[in-house]
């Protein structure tokens, strides 16, 4: 069926079927195994077209490899690996089948050639995306996990509209940078944005992420908005709209997140946030600025997961996840508590972590085309991503006051799998050589020019010493913040009520007309389409005999005219 | 002659012959163990025929040697071998898997009656398929509609009757339609032959009755395939009939109302008539609209699983539909295609509802509430059918409704609002496949059936559960490898065109 080197995310999807099929050690083993095959067979993958296949007509090709499209499967099949590490015990087996089919979607979609491909794993990743959320098993999960569902099938129908369009109007299914001129390019926009969280959508992600288990966050966190990402990077690099829409995500992200009490919304807002440093990056479009997109989806992956891990661990030993009723767990959980801090420093882009070494690429970038309003904003943003996940979350989670809570530390595979990460941002930090080595573009550049160092350092003081003067007003209570799902859960709502009742007195006025017509026949139309209704109702021979003498009359009518 | 030459001929006689057989072995053992047999081969005919088809292209064959238009001539196209793959496909796979549910269904002493009914349905169906004969397609319409009747009606439930007889008087007044079309195209042409009318209707100067007879043919092949709003007999007869009976129909019965429908108005009518193309499309498209929003919004508040899944048909059909009423190659393969790739996907959800029937007393979705956890087979493959239906990439639904959307691109503003239409029911079809999966992984059983209940219900039992996963499975192999549907349905779609200008 296909022709060429074999997609490096039918390894991945292989494992997961055999995590469903097999037990006990053998499926240790194929968890552990499953990635590491996969992210050799990403490094198998040589630049270009390298598999071919026929499908509806179409030339598809399931593999094409760039440098850009490793970097980005690579870490996709390291975090599957570190995930699987940090949730193999805690986790059921569906979970951990979903979430390693959810991963061969991302990895597909890094090596899709074609629309057509791309649009395939897209989906199995909304699927599998979708049954993670639903393992975190409570109502609020089930809940949040429809909203997810709807949101993303949403996003993947105006995805194939779009892709349709494209192949239909040029006849090409390639995978090439498009710019949103027309409907169908403009559909392809607004699909993949809805995936990168983008607004006016991206609560869904602050939505969804939290229902889920302590492990599946691990897993969420990491996929669905950075294949988003490099989609754009793929088809849209250089889209002027891009940095707007980006830096709206930026703000987003910080304010929602000072907002929020929950731990882990609070990463889930950061992650919009920070998505929105790699949009704004794609925006931008020069070299630089895609170096730094791929270089700082990369070393996001890692920190994000690191501290969804971290906050997995609390969770997981405690039960609580309102910051509230957290606090002081440094005492007895020192593993989880460091790993969080180093997580915290690399979003927050400290010196010598790898937040540092990628963020300060994308001002740079931004510097040198001279958007100097974009480079005011993302220093401004720096600031308040230290102020909300880089000192918020570690100060009330393990800090703060004393909760008296006293939880055992983190269980050794949750450990192991912090530590690796946590140990990748401190490398990556310090010897960004290697990273610099799998990004698309060749990089000159100087990560810890003095001034530069300098200039965040005092970034930092300020803003921690503004968290500690206004700790009054961060304290954060039992609060719901708006978001503006509350437009789509509330607003829509209403007026989808609203509507129906319109509809009900409509179809009142209609029964009553058809009823004078069949002269008193048949009972009043009640709701339209239940059971009782009038187009749920079985209808009366009667009725039907009225109908087929209408439609021949309107047949033929139809002719003479 | 070799009897591979007869094929065609037996493609109608295995399963018309054996019928009567079935009824002198009495016992329902072996009475399912022939009809079995004589459907297996029907399909095995039916695959033959299809691979030759595909190789030699069409087919002809003058039944007792009487040269057309003097005798009955079978034509098999591509269009034709594909309707007959589901016929007897949907025949096959039922009947041999579905011994379990039937027994079920009714007592053992009828059960070879009912057997015979089946095997002439299947012989009507096939036959409808194959003749090359505009009366002979009456003649096989009513075998198989009165023995359709008997099937629905043959289970325990007495509200069948009912949807029977509603059934009954709507199929009469479609075959008689289509019958008094049939007698106007006679009057004026002289010949039942579809090839030969073809051909003389060209030299038809007064159109008036020509006019009047394709109304009457559309409205009656319409109100078989259940076109909205002729469809009210479907949902009753497909929630009362005997579950394997609703798996066998929902495949294949209103897919060949349909592929008489565009037999009749591609080849006959249009071309013929230089507005027709115009006229089918203003008065078909709406109709084929209205009905994927109206069956797409019932469905979605369906408690009933089978209402749910019959409502969903009533949209199904209005896609095919629609996929016609663009009068283009991409139109009309993208409609073949989704007969096919539909028949596929109902029929696994029914053969699903059929397994769960086994084991459960009610099909509301409260009835299957949970029942996940204890036919996880099951409700697997249910939920895979489900996706097909919906159309996820991956499956066959997908394959279909991209060619559809493709084809409405084509359009122009119709197209665009189609395209609308389409991705709207798309949504409605995640909801209403995402209520009977939540029921099932989500739901809570009634607090009424505590765990004795619970223990008691098991997996289906394996030959259905063989059945289901095939079709489940088959939905998956022809989303990835759609090449046979797609070939066959491109071949019929230049067929079908050929007479356009």
Known sequence: ?561 | MSLVQQLPALQVAVPLLTAPLVILLRGPALAWAAASAASAMAFAIAIALTATVLSQGAISYDMGGWPAPYGITLNIDALSALVLLLVTGASAVTLLCGRASLGQAMDPGRQHLFFAAWLIVLAGLSGIAITGDAFNVFVFMEISSLATYVLIAAGSDRRALTATFKYLIMGTIGATFYLIGVGLVYMMTGTLNFADMEVRIADVTDHRPILVAAGFITVGLALKAAVFPLHIWLPGAYTYAPHMVTAFLAACSTKVAIYILLRFDFLVFQGNFDVHAVRFVTFLAPLALLGILVGSAVAMVQGHLKRLLAFSSVAQVGYILLGASFASAAGLTASIAHMFNHALAKGALFLAVAAIATRVAGLRLDDIAGIARRMPFTAAAMALAGASLVGIPGTAGFVSKWLLLQAAFEQGAFGIMSAVVVVASSLAAVYYVWRIVEAMYFGTPASGETATADSAVAEAPWPLLAGLWLVALSNIYFGLVPSLPITLSETAAIELLRNMP
């Not at chain 1, 057509?116 to 909304?126: G, H, K, P, V």
């Not at chain 1, 530390?409 to 490398?427: E, H, Q, R, S």
């Open chain 1, 1 to 561: 069926m296909i022709d060429g080197t074999m997609p490096p995310a039918l390894f991945l999807l292989a494992g997961a079927l055999l995590i469903g099929l097999t037990r006990g050690h053998v499926r240790t083993a194929v968890l552990f195994l499953a990635p590491v095959a996969t992210l050799w067979a990403v490094w198998q993958v040589p630049d270009g077209v390298a598999a071919t296949a026929q499908f509806l007509g179409y030339q598809i090709e399931p593999v094409e490899g760039s440098a850009v499209r490793r970097l980005f499967a690579s870490i996709f099949s390291i975090m599957a690996f570190t995930g699987g590490l940090f949730a193999f015990r805690q986790a059921r087996w569906y979970e951990l089948s979903a979430a390693y089919a959810y991963a061969a979607g991302a990895v597909g979609v890094c090596f899709a050639g074609d629309l057509i491909t791309l649009f395939l794993f897209w989906e199995l990743m909304a699927i599998f995306s979708t049954v993670v959320v639903w393992c975190g098993g409570s109502p609020a999960a089930r809940a949040a996990g429809i909203r997810y569902a709807i949101m993303h099938l949403l996003g993947g129908v105006i995805l194939k509209v779009g892709i349709e369009g494209v192949v239909v109007h040029t006849g090409s299914t390639d995978i090439q940078p498009l710019l949103a001129t027309n409907f169908d390019t403009w559909m392809i926009l607004i699909g993949i944005l809805i995936n990168a969280a983008a607004p006016p959508v991206s609560a869904w992600l602050a939505d969804a992420y939290p229902a889920s288990s302590p492990t599946g966050s691990v897993f969420l966190s990491a996929f669905t908005t950075k294949s988003a990402v490099l989609a754009l990077i793929l088809l849209f690099p250089g889209e002027p709209m891009l940095i707007w829409v980006g830096l709206y995500m930026i703000f987003y992200g910080i304010i929602y997140a000072l907002l929020e009490n929950d731990a882990r919304r609070i990463l889930a807002y950061s992650i919009v946030n920070q998505v929105g440093f790699m949009v704004v990056a794609i925006g931008i479009g020069t070299e630089l600025a895609i170096n730094g997109a791929a270089a700082h989806a990369f070393a996001h992956i890692i920190y994000k997961a690191l501290l969804f891990m971290s906050a997995g661990v609390v969770i997981y030993r405690t039960g609580v996840t309102r910051c509230s009723d957290l606090g002081g767990l440094f005492r007895t959980m020192p593993l989880t508590t460091i790993c969080g801090i180093i997580g915290a420093l690399a979003i927050s882009s400290f010196p010598l972590t790898s937040g540092f070494t990628t963020k300060t690429l994308i001002s740079v970038a931004a510097e040198q085309q001279g958007l100097v309003l974009v480079y005011f904003a993302l220093a401004a943003a720096s600031a308040g991503v230290f102020l909300h996940a880089g000192i918020k979350f570690p100060w009330f989670v393990f800090f703060q006051k004393d909760s008296g809570m006293r939880p055992k530390d983190a269980p050794w595979n949750m450990g192991a799998a912090m530590v690796f990460f946590a140990f990748l941002c401190i490398f990556i930090g310090v010897y960004p050589e290697p990273l610099w080595a799998l990004v698309p573009y060749p990089v000159e550049y100087e990560a810890y020019a003095p001034g530069k160092v300098l200039f965040y350092v005092q970034l930092w003081l300020f803003s921690g010493l503004a968290f500690f003067l206004l700790l009054p007003l961060m304290k954060r209570t039992l609060t719901i913040s708006l978001d503006t799902d509350w437009i789509w859960r509330v607003v829509l709502a209403r007026s989808g009520l609203w509507l129906l009742q319109v509809l009900q007195v409509l179809g009142d006025q209609l029964g009553a007309v058809g009823e004078s017509v069949r002269q008193g026949g048949g009972a009043r139309l009640g709701r339209l389409l239940g059971s009782a209704g009038a187009l749920g109702r079985t209808w009366q021979i009667g009725t039907t005999a009225l109908w087929i003498a209408i439609l021949l009359t309107g047949y033929v009518l139809l002719y003479y005219l």
